[in-house]
């Protein structure tokens, strides 16, 4: 850091923090602003006046939104999800990549398999196709079609093959040379060695399964089974949440409860997992990215 | 120079950036582990087969659909017995008014995304960077790339809420004086509102790329620079920005392989029929012809042409990139 001595720089210095602090406050002010309504009373909400603080603080939204069953349930699909879908999708991962990874060993058509795979992940034929090919073979309406289609992604493969092959072949060899099949070297030598990157893997699938919330409404037509981010999408006309909620204000038992905080609780339900987890791994996000990279 | 894996939220997937004249020679094969594909080496076929069966059932079989587009389609009949009609659907397509403003909106969006989120990211990088407190950095880095990992229900929710017209933004602009923006029903706000709110999403997790590739710049050549009397401006101007600008190039050049996608989660859930006229972009239509209307046909002309227009882009963007910055998508 070159730091000079002169008002210039001390002037332009505090122009910078002060436009990063104008800029990190744009981040953070609209979930602050979104929790103080989520937190506070009904009049004040529907009256628009709540700012930055709860004004007349009370739970009544979260607990309301609590003993939603159709709310609960859909976290339960999410988590569901979730749970299937990352070992599913280390093992689809793990098992392309080796081979592809595998270039001292002579295989003809490996070269032509990884093309064929890059460009068929990368044309999309669109949602009608899509949607009739899932009918026919029984997805819709079926609770693997949130997790088979995309337990193959060419970002996640690339990745792992990378890491791959930067392992020593040494430790191949010998593996090898003490009698090992492809099963063995890759579950026994590659998958140990390999936590960063499969932990890596693991960060992005829970992330693109949580907040998956498309796939749930178009395929599946039984409500029942939508996860928590297409129960919430579904949520999203403040008609339907009065109405969610009416009944808890009829008979008293959450009288603070509005549309727009229970709809506000529901989302901080929806991040907190993330809010939690995300600061302590942040790194491993951002070198998951880099570990990738081309050596050399 | 930082060469790195990037995920875009549109794409399906992003392969390393490798520099563009590479093709690994052949790693000399080894006596004791080559040979023809003997007896071990089949193995290595079978653990591709998941991934075959995948490919086939989730990408090469959907491609019948492309039939759909031909044909009168009834789906109790199903696609053999519907009655074909060549190019009537196409030419139904194009010849409505809305596909050429369903093309503008989704390009403009498109456009509007791509080049905003990188200069957003470069330019907040380029903040952080002065910063001297790597605590600071890291605090600043976690906070503004926490949108990026929330989907676009979430951030959609709280932008109706911020947004609408009796939000809390217009709530600031009354209490200032200024006259209430509806950002959500006026259709010549709307793509404005699009565009800044994806950029406030993404320009965190932009910057994350430029900050990697600013710390690769050598910091011996900022301090002969500035022994040479060059200043922040200075040593900005012609160190720094050439220093990053093959990966800006890179991440622009790349980002226009989705001209056609323009995000459409986001759309979906901001928009609503008063902004169709401008906020509507191809995959919404094809969403709302289809699953909401029923309109098989069109739908699917439009998902078709969509698919193989958007594919040529990206291997043009991956092409020119090449180019253009030495990087590559693959």
Same mark, same amino acid.
């Given at each position: 850091?070159?730091?000079?001595?002169?008002?210039?720089? @001390?002037?332009?210095?505090?122009?910078?923090?002060?436009?990063?602090?104008?800029?990190?406050?744009? #981040?953070?002010?609209?979930?602050?602003?979104?929790?103080?309504?989520?937190?506070?009373?009904?009049?004040?909400?529907?009256?628009?006046?709540?700012?930055?603080?709860?004004?007349?603080?009370?739970?009544?939204?979260?607990?309301?939104?609590?003993?939603?069953?159709?709310?609960?349930?859909?976290?339960?699909?999410?988590?569901?999800?979730?749970?299937? *879908?990352?070992? #599913?999708?280390?093992?689809?991962?793990? @098992?392309?990549?080796?081979?592809?990874?595998?270039?001292?060993?002579?295989?003809?058509?490996?070269?032509?398999?990884?093309?064929?795979?890059?460009?068929?992940?990368?044309?999309?034929?669109?949602?009608?196709?899509?949607?009739?090919?899932?009918?026919?073979?029984?997805?819709?309406?079926?609770?693997?079609?949130?997790?088979?289609?995309?337990?193959?992604?060419?970002?996640?493969?690339?990745?792992?093959?990378?890491?791959?092959?930067?392992?020593?072949?040494?430790?191949?060899?010998?593996?090898?040379?003490?009698? *090992?099949?492809?099963?063995?070297?890759?579950?026994?030598?590659?998958?140990?060695?390999?936590?960063?990157?499969? *932990?890596?893997?693991?960060?992005?699938?829970?992330?693109?399964?949580?907040?998956?919330?498309?796939?749930?409404?178009?395929?599946?037509?039984?409500?029942? @089974?939508?996860? @928590?981010?297409?129960?919430?999408?579904?949520?999203?006309?403040?008609?339907?949440?009065?109405?969610?909620?009416?009944?808890?204000?009829?008979?008293?038992?959450?009288?603070?409860?509005?549309?727009?905080?229970?709809?506000?609780?529901?989302?901080?339900?929806?991040?907190?997992?993330?809010?939690?987890?995300?600061?302590?791994?942040?790194?491993?996000?951002?070198?998951?990215?880099?570990?990738?990279?081309?050596?050399? | 120079?930082?060469?790195?894996?990037?995920? $875009?939220?549109?794409?399906?997937?992003?392969?390393?950036?490798?520099?563009?004249?590479?093709?690994?020679?052949?790693?000399?094969?080894?006596? %004791?582990?080559?040979?023809?594909?003997?007896?071990?080496?089949?193995?290595?076929?079978?653990?591709?087969?998941?991934?075959?069966?995948?490919?086939?059932?989730?990408?090469?079989?959907?491609?019948?659909?492309?039939?759909?587009?031909?044909?009168?389609?009834?789906?109790?009949?199903?696609?053999?017995?519907?009655?074909?009609?060549?190019?009537?659907?196409?030419?139904?397509?194009?010849?409505?008014?809305?596909?050429?403003?369903?093309?503008?909106? !989704?390009?403009?969006?498109?456009?509007?995304?791509?080049?905003?989120?990188?200069?957003?990211?470069?330019?907040?990088?380029?903040?952080?960077?002065?910063?001297?407190?790597?605590?600071? $950095?890291?605090?600043?880095?976690?906070? !503004?790339?926490?949108?990026?990992?929330?989907?676009?229900?979430?951030?959609?929710?709280?932008?109706?809420?911020?947004?609408?017209?009796?939000?809390?933004?217009?709530?600031?602009?009354?209490?200032?004086?200024?006259?209430?923006?509806?950002?959500?029903?006026?259709?010549?706000?709307?793509?404005?509102?699009?565009?800044?709110?994806?950029?406030?999403?993404?320009?965190?997790? %932009?910057?994350?790329?430029?900050?990697?590739?600013?710390?690769?710049?050598?910091?011996?050549?900022?301090?002969?620079?500035?022994?040479?009397?060059?200043?922040?401006?200075?040593?900005?101007?012609?160190?720094?920005?050439?220093?990053?600008?093959?990966?800006?190039?890179?991440?622009?050049?790349?980002?226009?392989?989705?001209?056609?996608?323009?995000?459409?989660?986001?759309?979906?859930?901001?928009?609503?029929?008063?902004?169709?006229?401008?906020?509507?972009?191809?995959?919404?239509?094809?969403?709302?012809?289809?699953?909401?209307?029923?309109?098989?046909?069109?739908?699917?002309?439009?998902?078709?042409?969509?698919?193989?227009?958007?594919?040529?882009?990206?291997?043009?963007?991956?092409?020119? %990139?090449?180019?253009?910055?030495?990087? $590559?998508?693959?």
């Amino acid at each position: 850091m070159i730091r000079e001595r002169s008002v210039k720089y @001390l002037v332009v210095d505090v122009f910078i923090y002060v436009v990063l602090g104008l800029i990190l406050a744009s #981040c953070v002010l609209p979930f602050i602003h979104e929790l103080a309504i989520s937190l506070s009373a009904r009049p004040e909400v529907m009256a628009n006046r709540v700012g930055l603080w709860p004004t007349g603080f009370n739970l009544d939204n979260y607990r309301a939104v609590a003993t939603k069953d159709p709310f609960l349930r859909s976290l339960l699909m999410a988590v569901l999800r979730v749970v299937v *879908a990352v070992p #599913c999708t280390l093992l689809m991962t793990v @098992l392309t990549a080796y081979p592809f990874a595998m270039e001292r060993v002579h295989m003809p058509g490996r070269r032509t398999f990884m093309t064929v795979m890059i460009l068929a992940n990368l044309f999309d034929i669109g949602l009608i196709p899509r949607y009739l090919s899932y009918l026919n073979l029984g997805l819709i309406d079926n609770f693997a079609v949130l997790i088979l289609p995309i337990l193959l992604l060419t970002f996640n493969v690339i990745l792992v093959v990378n890491f791959f092959r930067g392992i020593s072949y040494e430790l191949v060899e010998s593996a090898m040379l003490d009698g *090992a099949n492809h099963l063995n070297i890759l579950f026994k030598v590659m998958v140990p060695l390999s936590k960063p990157v499969l *932990a890596t893997i693991s960060l992005f699938t829970i992330v693109r399964h949580w907040n998956a919330w498309f796939d749930g409404i178009v395929y599946l037509r039984d409500v029942k @089974l939508w996860p @928590l981010q297409s129960y919430l999408y579904s949520m999203l006309s403040t008609q339907q949440l009065a109405t969610e909620y009416a009944a808890f204000r009829f008979s008293g038992i959450f009288p603070n409860v509005s549309p727009h905080g229970a709809e506000a609780a529901m989302v901080f339900f929806a991040i907190l997992p993330i809010v939690i987890v995300y600061p302590f791994l942040q790194r491993y996000f951002v070198s998951g990215m880099q570990l990738g990279a081309v050596k050399g | 120079m930082a060469q790195e894996l990037v995920e $875009r939220q549109s794409t399906p997937a992003l392969p390393e950036a490798r520099p563009a004249q590479t093709s690994p020679s052949h790693p000399p094969t080894l006596p %004791s582990s080559s040979g023809k594909a003997g007896p071990r080496h089949w193995l290595l076929y079978l653990l591709l087969l998941p991934a075959a069966a995948a490919l086939i059932l989730f990408r090469v079989y959907p491609l019948w659909g492309i039939g759909i587009a031909f044909v009168d389609y009834n789906p109790v009949k199903g696609l053999g017995d519907s009655a074909w009609v060549g190019w009537k659907n196409f030419q139904e397509v194009f010849r409505r008014p809305e596909t050429i403003n369903l093309v503008r909106n !989704t390009v403009v969006i498109a456009l509007g995304k791509i080049t905003l989120e990188e200069v957003a990211g470069l330019s907040f990088a380029l903040l952080l960077y002065e910063v001297r407190f790597p605590l600071y $950095r890291r605090f600043a880095q976690v906070v !503004t790339t926490f949108p990026h990992f929330f989907s676009w229900v979430i951030v959609g929710t709280m932008a109706l809420s911020l947004l609408g017209a009796t939000g809390a933004v217009n709530g600031l602009f009354a209490s200032v004086g200024l006259p209430a923006v509806r950002f959500l029903a006026d259709k010549r706000v709307f793509p404005y509102t699009l565009v800044f709110s994806d950029v406030w999403k993404e320009f965190g997790w %932009s910057a994350v790329v430029y900050l990697a590739a600013l710390t690769q710049i050598n910091p011996e050549l900022l301090e002969a620079a500035a022994v040479d009397g060059a200043g922040r401006g200075a040593r900005l101007w012609r160190i720094v920005l050439p220093g990053v600008l093959p990966v800006f190039v890179f991440m622009v050049a790349i980002g226009m392989g989705g001209i056609l996608d323009a995000g459409f989660e986001q759309v979906l859930v901001l928009y609503n029929p008063a902004v169709y006229s401008t906020g509507d972009i191809l995959d919404t239509y094809v969403y709302r012809m289809g699953l909401v209307n029923f309109k098989f046909e069109i739908a699917t002309v439009v998902g078709v042409v969509k698919a193989v227009v958007g594919f040529v882009a990206i291997m043009t963007a991956n092409w020119v %990139s090449g180019k253009l910055s030495g990087y $590559r998508m693959f």
